[in-house]
Nanobody, 119 residues
Framework: QVQPVESGGGSVQAGGSLRLSCTAP???????MAWYRQAAGKQREFVSS????????SYAYSVMGRFTISKDRAADTVYLEMNSLKPEDTAMYLC?????????????WGQGTQVTVSS
C-alpha cells in the first residue's frame, strides 16, 4: 500500500481558513481515511475521519462545526476544510488510511503537513 501524501498546510492568522489535501493513489477511494494532528510536546490526537464511500464522517469535539472532511473520488483525494482557525489548532496534521480488516486497506501514515495559526 502506498503512503498517503498531505499538502496544503501553512501559516494563517486566527479566524482564517486552510484546506488540507491527502492522496494515497489507488487507495484513497477504497479505504476509509482519517486526519490526526500532533502539536509540539503533545500526543497525537484524532481530528476527523471519512468512510471508504464517503457517506459517513466523524469529528473530534474540538473541531466540530469548524472543520469539514470530504472525499473527491474523481481526484482520488480527501480534503480537510478548516475554518475559524484558532491558535490551538497549530500542529502537524497527518493523514492515515484506515484498516478494513480484510488486508486491502492497512493503517499507513503520511509524513504530515504543518499548520500554524497565529493570534
Amino acid at each position: 500500500q502506498v503512503q498517503p501524501v498531505e499538502s496544503g498546510g501553512g501559516s494563517v492568522q486566527a479566524g482564517g481558513s486552510l484546506r488540507l489535501s491527502c492522496t494515497a493513489p489507488g487507495f484513497t477511494n477504497r479505504c476509509g481515511m482519517a486526519w490526526y494532528r500532533q502539536a509540539a510536546g503533545k500526543q497525537r490526537e484524532f481530528v476527523s475521519s471519512i468512510s471508504s464511500t464517503g457517506s459517513s464522517t466523524s469529528y473530534a469535539y474540538s473541531v466540530m462545526g469548524r472543520f469539514t472532511i470530504s472525499k473527491d473520488r474523481a481526484a482520488d483525494t480527501v480534503y480537510l476544510e478548516m475554518n475559524s482557525l484558532k491558535p490551538e489548532d497549530t500542529a502537524m496534521y497527518l493523514c492515515k488510511t484506515s484498516p478494513d480488516g480484510l488486508g486491502t486497506c492497512l493503517s499507513v501514515w503520511g509524513q504530515g503537513t504543518q499548520v500554524t495559526v497565529s493570534s
